[in-house]
């Protein structure tokens, strides 16, 4: 098949799922579902500012194409994402928005909210880390040879890495058929990579089970902690904080 026989059979299939995620109310769902809860109908009707029946309606079209999944509890039905590969798309359709106008540093730090400061430096996506810390974890595995690139955007653990791994308590998850155990996946806001994939879930978990990393229940901003900022710093030569990202936007 030649690529112009591809790129013709592969174009219907990308038109239909842009216009399926394209609808407004759909795509504020899925972003509502995109650090990996499961949240109801109600909720998520609130969220995309649209009548239970019309919820119900995007919530029928987002599950006949796969992209979620749903849990019934009594009468109550709970939706969340299917997978961390939508979260990943999601996340890198988001990073293909271009800048609409360029800003100095100064005005950024005026506009920006703290709360979307937050968001920059650390939040969730689907189960694993990103933003400004996780793209600066992924790139210290990378630096010490704890994770190599095996194929495009694909992460292998090395020995070193599976014993760093055993150190910190991090659940080594079983390779994939491409022998690999993590994902490159493209950052909203940073347009960099972060880790994704089975590592970067088991990572993430691990770090906020043994308390350096601490998640909020109503956003998805994530905190490094005082212990977890000592500990990244021990371990992986990572200085970065929220502190740090407001301080460096604020220079002119």
């Given at each position: 098949m030649s690529a112009y026989d591809r790129s013709m059979d592969m174009g219907p299939d990308i038109a239909s799922m842009a216009a399926l995620i394209g609808d407004p109310v759909r795509a504020s769902i899925l972003a509502a579902l995109i650090d990996g809860r499961a949240l109801p109908a109600g909720e998520l009707a609130f969220i995309g500012n649209v009548a239970p029946q019309t919820a119900s309606f995007h919530l029928s079209k987002l599950l006949q194409a796969l992209l979620i999944t749903v849990e019934r509890q009594g009468k109550y039905s709970y939706y969340r994402l299917a997978n961390d590969t939508v979260a990943s798309a999601l996340e890198s359709l988001a990073a293909l928005v271009p800048v609409r106008e360029q800003v100095t540093a100064r005005s950024i730090a005026r506009r920006e909210s703290e709360a979307i400061r937050e968001l920059r430096f650390a939040r969730s996506c689907y189960k694993h880390l990103a933003g400004r810390l996780a793209i600066e974890i992924n790139k210290a595995l990378l630096e010490k040879?704890?994770?190599?690139?095996?194929?495009?955007?694909?992460?292998?653990?090395?020995?070193?890495?599976?014993?760093?791994?055993?150190?910190?308590?991090?659940?080594?998850?079983?390779?994939?058929?491409?022998?690999?155990?993590?994902?490159?996946?493209?950052?909203?806001?940073e347009r960099r990579h972060h880790l994704g994939g089975p590592l970067g879930m088991a990572l993430f978990a691990r770090l906020k089970e043994i308390g350096w990393l601490a998640t909020n229940s109503r956003t998805r901003a994530v905190r490094l902690t005082h212990s977890g900022s000592a500990e990244l710093y021990k371990r992986l030569g990572i200085t970065c904080s929220l502190k740090s990202q407001v301080s460096s936007s604020a220079v002119a």
């Open positions: 040879r704890f994770t190599v690139p095996i194929a495009s955007k694909a992460y292998s653990l090395t020995g070193e890495g599976r014993e760093w791994c055993r150190e910190v308590g991090v659940r080594i998850p079983q390779r994939t058929r491409a022998k690999s155990e993590g994902r490159a996946c493209l950052d909203w806001t």
